[in-house]
């Protein structure tokens, strides 16, 4: 059983495993959670792949994220996302971020793949991220 901190209003955990359609278990490496009183809703789920899975990798990494995300819109779900989910793909040094909307269609990236993290054109994308997820 959770407890929760008065003050808290965001948490980082595992959600539940989903079943890929061959059967195999997709965990996410992370999500990030808003806490309103007793309820969770995912804002933000990361998926961090190895280096050698760039370009080959990229459909297999979309896929599991889009059903990360659709996971997290069923109903009773702790984490239910109430329809808008960002996500941040990171393969190697590669990254780029976009949004899962409840409607069964494929996650949208909202920006082009960074080939690096520590530059200012990644900085000022990941604040711009951090505001839409703020905003939900």
Same mark, same amino acid.
């Given at each position: 059983m *959770?407890?929760l901190?008065?003050?808290l ?6 959600q539940h ?7 195999? /278990? ?12 007793n ?8 998926? &961090?792949k190895?280096?050698? &899975? ?6 297999? &990494?979309?896929r599991?994220?889009?059903?990360q ?33 409840d ?11 960074h *080939?690096? /993290? ?9 604040q ?9």
């Amino acid at each position: 059983m *959770r407890t929760l901190d008065s003050d808290l209003d965001s948490v980082i955990f595992p959600q539940h495993h989903v079943q890929d359609d061959d059967g195999t /278990t997709q965990i996410p490496d992370f999500v990030v959670c808003t806490v309103s009183g007793n309820t969770f809703r995912t804002v933000l789920i990361v998926e &961090l792949k190895k280096s050698s &899975l760039w370009k080959d990798g990229i459909p297999a &990494l979309q896929r599991q994220i889009k059903l990360q995300a659709d996971a997290s819109f069923e109903p009773g779900e702790i984490s239910q996302a109430n329809g808008t989910v960002f996500f941040i793909s990171v393969i190697g040094p590669h990254w780029r971020y976009g949004v899962k909307h409840d409607d069964g269609q494929d996650p949208i990236p909202l920006i082009e793949w960074h *080939r690096v /993290t520590h530059n200012q054109s990644s900085y000022q994308d990941f604040q711009v991220l951090t505001g839409l997820v703020a905003s939900l």
